[in-house]
T-cell receptor
């Protein structure tokens, strides 16, 4: 158990609908990341938030948006859903880990994912 | 687009054999990480190697990095059936997030 929780586990909806995925990071982690994993696109980084602020942006569609709340949980909103949005959506969180020899790096802890099916 | 590209895409070996997976990347990096994913589940961090390191060991895992060739390899020695999973390399780009390769699907037959 990574300590990152995601809800719901499964979501089935229709094209054109809007859904919200929720993520609670590990206790103490300030960064939250969202990823989409589909068979044809692989694992794609969508967006990162750090302590409530957007920190990095990847291949996130304009129909998708995210936010991180003061309690550090995050929500990913997907709207005007299309069949191609069917995928596993992962949330990850990180603090900063110190590697051997000093310095810091960004080990991410992944949640179990939300499987979205758009019919 | 994928930053890292793993090869092979799939690898099937017998228990006890060694498994080697390779990863290539395109941009300059500070570090490269390897993650493992069991089917349909979240990724688990395995090991990190910094750009100024050439080799790193962790248990049965050995990672190498060749920055001149922009490539890395992950070796799993004395494989077990429980090692069956997909393995991804990932690079961390400032303000652009973590970029994962397409992964190598490893099957270890008992």
């Amino acid at each position: 158990d990574s300590g990152v929780t995601q809800t719901p586990k499964h979501l089935i909806t229709a094209t054109g609908q809007r859904v919200t995925l929720r993520c609670s990071p590990r206790s103490g982690d300030l960064s939250v990341y969202w990823y989409q994993q589909s068979l044809d696109q692989g694992l794609q980084f969508l967006i990162q938030y750090y302590n409530g602020e957007e920190r990095a942006k990847g291949n996130i569609l304009e129909r998708f948006s995210a936010q991180q709340f003061p309690d550090l949980h995050s929500e990913l909103n997907l709207s005007s859903l299309e069949l191609g949005d069917s995928a596993l959506y992962f949330c990850a969180s990180s603090g900063v880990a110190t590697g051997a020899g000093g310095g810091s790096y960004n080990e991410q802890f992944f949640g179990p994912g939300t499987r979205l099916t758009v019919l | 687009s994928q930053q890292g590209e793993e090869d092979p895409q799939a690898l099937s070996i017998q228990e006890g054999e060694n498994a080697t997976m390779n990863c290539s990347y395109k941009t300059s990096i500070n570090n490269l990480q390897w993650y493992r994913q069991n089917s349909g589940r979240g990724l688990v961090h395995l090991i990190l190697i910094r750009s100024n390191e050439r080799e790193k060991h962790s248990g049965r895992l050995r990672v190498t990095l060749d920055t001149s060739k922009k490539s890395s390899s992950l070796l799993i020695t004395a494989s077990r059936a429980a090692d069956t999973a997909s393995y991804f390399c990932a690079t961390d780009e400032l303000f652009r997030g973590m970029r994962f390769g397409a992964g190598t699907r490893l099957t270890v037959k008992p």
